[in-house]
């Protein structure tokens, strides 16, 4: 079957560094997304990687291992703001996303 | 402003009262995609769209329905809600088959008594 591994929660504070790994089974792979989703509203793009390796965009990084069936989110210079669920989704080979259930992300001063 | 525009954003209704959660989106986006997100769980599909007239099942169909007859439009219908069908409802777009990234509407909190 497919799944999506993510941790439930983390806790980091303002300033710091944190990653947010997730693992999964898909059938197939077409490339996997992450999104941000603050509490109560819509889910946000944040990144897409279809190749191995590291993407860097501003304070966000994301990395792919397809061999190991493996990715991460990693957020610099953390904020306040970056307090919110972030949600790992493979996409399968028939272009199917599937989604973890998220990793709640609490941010302390 | 390019968007995905769901209402309603708040609904409270009775088990079997038929309700449509309307969905339209501005940027001529060939694929849209209903899904619900319950506590604890992974955003789950209901439906999703290609283009105009193409609708297919997703993860959880059972007890909804969606129609899309034009391109900007999906919504989505409950003939007969029951409590099971409580959740948060989000529309999404995306140009494409659905590999580019999705842009979701602000979501619609379906409380069925």
């Known amino acids: 079957g497919q799944n999506i591994d993510q941790p439930t929660e983390m806790t980091a504070t303002e300033g710091a560094i944190v990653q947010i790994n997730c693992t999964y089974q898909t059938s197939g792979f077409n490339g996997l997304f992450w999104y941000q989703q603050h509490a109560g509203e819509a889910p946000t793009f944040l990144s897409y990687?279809?190749l191995d390796g590291l993407e860097e965009k501003g304070r966000f990084s994301s990395f792919l291992s397809r061999s190991k069936g493996y990715s991460y989110l990693l957020l610099k210079e953390l904020q306040m703001k970056d307090s919110a669920s972030y949600l790992c989704a493979p996409m399968d080979s028939n272009y199917q996303l599937i989604w973890g259930a998220g990793t709640k992300l609490i941010i302390k001063p | 402003e390019a968007q995905v525009t769901q209402n309603p954003r708040y609904l409270i209704t009775v088990t079997g009262k038929k309700l449509t959660v309307t969905c339209s989106q501005n940027m001529n986006h060939e694929y849209m995609s209903w899904y619900r997100q319950d506590p604890g769980l992974g955003l789950r599909q209901i439906y999703y769209?290609?283009?105009?007239?193409?609708?297919d099942k997703g993860d959880v169909p059972e007890g909804y329905k969606v129609s899309r007859k034009e391109k900007r439009n999906f919504p989505l219908i409950l003939e007969s809600p029951s409590p099971n069908q409580t959740s948060l409802y989000f529309c999404a777009s995306s140009q494409g088959d659905g590999h580019e990234k999705l842009f979701f509407g602000s979501g619609t909190q379906l409380s069925v008594l």
């Open positions: 990687n279809v």
């Open positions: 769209s290609m283009n105009v007239e193409v609708t």
